[in-house]
């Protein structure tokens, strides 16, 4: 995660943030990516503490991943299909990449911006939450959620 | 004998509804409306439609009297409209299409007023009004594609009423249209100059049926031009604005002047709903048009004259 001049909030903002808005599933948890866009970027407070946090996040790779775990690889995989046609609306700016991981569905931004993933993950959350509601309402055919 | 369910959100309005070999069996619809001054934004106008949409497909089936077993294809809108809410409707469309495993077929807005137009009114082949908050244009039909003959340059008639509406604080419910339509039947005199003020009192109804005369008139100027152009004798309105009475007064004085035939729908069908999506991919279901998962984006920009009309001559 790139840090630019001015910073793009507070980390610690970003985690409050996180964590409120994500009751049900895990933000990269465990995984190196996940840590490095927690920790930066701290556009404030001084000059030589920026710059340490800024050589901290280049070194890693960019981007945020989202885990969202389902009943089954089948659920995943149809979240998946439903959610993925939309997402390249805003590819100039942000990237959005999917994956079905076992029973989770893996989804990953990569931007310039911090400020442009957090614009990007609030609505897709929404939509998200949609689809699993839709998911629950209808169910699985019974042949269908036997796999 | 196939039965089409069919999503509509594009704007702020969220309806399903069910069609099979023309008839209505479902048209359950919502509207999102903000308080007087304000105009509806897409992120709150997708909220609204994820609230309801889930509670609306139940309604729709019960309604028809129907099961997911019952359904041969999944409409929905592909485009044009706003971004959020369109996306908010296609995820459903795309989650049940593959709940129940059937066909999804993405469906142009503009196209699901004509053949909703066309089914409720017999029309063979009218010159099309299509009004609305989001779209004004002259279309008429030539082998294959609906031509878009005439169109603004810039804004909606709906929306040159809407924005007025905003700045007069005029409610927006049921929508600011209506009730901009019932004050300038209040109108007892028609102004030139839309500045009225009686002594301490002023009144707003002579300026609306100004607003009025004056951009339902531009409509019935290119709409003629069109049907002269055609010779066509038969005119249809659909869209949201083509409710307006005093609209549809207008253009069956023009009709007549030409002996052209005019049709129009009632509100349930002319401002947008989940069942004119339907009807749209019924035509389309039974001409064999498909729309495979990966290919069924949003758009927020399809043109009318983009598809390709194969269920028509």
Redesign the interface.
């Known amino acids: 995660m790139q840090a630019s001049g001015g910073g793009a909030g507070g980390a610690e903002d970003r985690d409050d943030q996180q964590s409120s808005r994500i009751p049900a599933c895990q933000s990269g948890s465990g995984s190196a990516e996940g840590e490095a866009v927690r920790r930066a970027p701290q556009g404030r407070g001084g000059p030589g503490r920026g710059r340490a946090v800024m050589e901290a996040a280049v070194a890693r790779p960019q981007g945020d991943t989202l885990r969202v775990p389902f009943q089954s690889p089948l659920e995943a995989d ?2 998946r ?6 997402a ?2 805003h590819q100039g700016l942000i990237r959005k990449e999917f994956a079905v991981n076992g029973s989770d569905l893996l989804v990953r931004w990569t931007a310039d911006d911090l400020a442009f993933i957090r614009l990007s993950m609030n ?1 897709f959350l ?2 998200l ?3 699993i ?3 629950r ?5 019974p042949r ?1 959620s036997r796999s | 004998m196939p039965a089409v369910l069919g999503f509509e959100g594009s704007a702020n309005k969220i309806g399903v509804g069910v069609v099979r070999d023309g008839k209505v069996l479902a048209n359950p619809r919502r509207t999102y409306v903000t308080p007087p001054g304000t105009g509806f934004l897409p992120g709150d106008t997708a909220r609204h439609h994820r609230a309801v949409i889930l509670d609306l497909l139940q309604e729709a089936l019960t309604e028809a009297g129907l099961t997911s077993e019952d359904i041969d294809c999944i409409a929905y809108t592909k485009g044009p409209g706003m971004g959020a809410p369109l996306v908010s409707v296609a995820v459903v469309a795309r989650t049940v299409a593959q709940l129940w495993n059937k066909p999804l077929l993405g469906v142009n807005h503009c196209i699901g007023h004509i053949e909703m137009g066309r089914l409720i009114t017999g029309a063979t082949n009218p010159t099309v009004l299509y009004v609305s908050g989001g779209n004004t244009q002259v279309i008429a039909y030539s082998e294959h594609r609906y031509r878009i003959f005439g169109e603004t340059i810039d804004i909606a008639v709906g929306n040159c009423l809407d924005r007025f509406a905003r700045v007069l604080k005029i409610s927006n419910d049921p929508s600011p249209g209506y009730n901009i339509e019932q004050m300038a039947k209040r109108g007892k005199k028609l102004v030139e100059l839309p500045y009225t003020v009686k002594g301490m009192d002023v009144s707003f109804s002579g300026i609306l049926s100004f607003i009025e005369e004056t951009v339902f008139a531009m409509l019935v100027e290119i709409t003629e031009r069109a049907m002269a152009h055609c010779g066509s004798q038969e005119a249809l309105i659909v869209g949201g604005v083509g409710c307006n009475v005093r609209l549809q007064e207008m253009m069956e004085t023009m009709c007549q002047e030409r002996g052209a035939r005019l049709f129009a729908t009632d509100e349930r069908f002319c401002i947008d709903n989940g069942a004119m999506i339907a009807q749209a991919g019924w035509e389309m279901f039974q001409a064999g048009h498909r729309t495979p998962l990966s290919e069924s984006g949003i758009t927020q920009r399809y043109r009318t004259d983009e598809v390709e009309v194969t269920w028509r001559d």
């Open positions: 149809m979240a299909r439903s959610l993925l046609p939309d390249q609306r609505p929404d939509q939450s949609l689809v509601r839709n998911i309402s209808l169910g699985l055919p269908q």
